[in-house]
């Protein structure tokens, strides 16, 4: 069987993106070569994003503003609560909700021994310098994956907080059963999670 080299690189790097397995990227490298004026019109978009788009430098969301993002600008959010995510789209899924009117703060990662990601690999000094400067941050929400990674992360942000003089309440939200989830088909670590977040009525 003939290969032909340059569009199996193209099929590979395509594959290495988060949610595309080896068909769609195959599909996607083909729908690529059959469209060469949509090929050209990401191509511009793609170089556009890489030039103007940048993280935000206080809270590292994306930003295309020469200064702060538009969260951190933002005169009617609340200075005092800062919501720690992983990633800039986790903004997107809590800011969708409507509730939230605090600040944010954009880890870029968790941490991840076997992936060797470590603290330093992350954005967790300058969410420290945060918390030490004014105005005065009274808690912090993290948001993060309910796996071992995230899991892992929440011990080492509690130890951290833990140790420094300006006492911060630390916060993680509830994990457990989703509205209209079915207790059936549910896992036991989530089931063990909504018994543990279990609120009064």
């Not at 994003?49 to 005169?75: G, I, N």
């Not at 200075?79 to 969708?96: G, Q, R, T």
Request: glycine content about 6%; charged content about 25%; some cysteine.
């Amino acid at each position: 069987m003939f290969k032909i080299q340059s569009l199996e690189r193209l099929v590979h790097e395509l594959g290495r993106w988060p949610g595309i397995g080896p068909k769609t990227a195959q599909r996607l490298a083909y729908n690529l070569l059959r469209h060469p004026d949509h090929s050209t019109d990401l191509r511009t978009i793609m170089q556009e994003v890489f030039e103007r788009v940048k993280p935000c430098p206080q809270c590292f969301c994306y930003t295309e503003a020469e200064s702060l993002c538009s969260y951190c600008k933002d005169p009617t959010r609340l200075d005092h609560i800062l919501c720690v995510v992983e990633e800039p789209m986790d903004v997107m899924a809590i800011e969708s909700s409507g509730v939230f009117r605090g600040r944010y703060h954009v880890l870029h990662g968790v941490i991840s021994p076997l992936e060797r990601i470590s603290p330093e690999d992350l954005t967790i000094g300058a969410l420290i310098e945060r918390v030490r400067s004014s105005p005065p941050i009274e808690e912090i929400i993290l948001v993060l994956d309910a796996d071992l990674e995230g899991d892992t992360t929440v011990l080492y942000l509690n130890k951290i907080f833990g140790e420094l003089e300006k006492r911060v309440r630390l916060t993680r939200i509830a994990h457990g059963v989703p509205i209209g989830g079915d207790i059936d088909y549910i896992d036991h670590r989530t089931i063990g999670r909504a018994l543990e977040n279990r609120v009064e009525i």
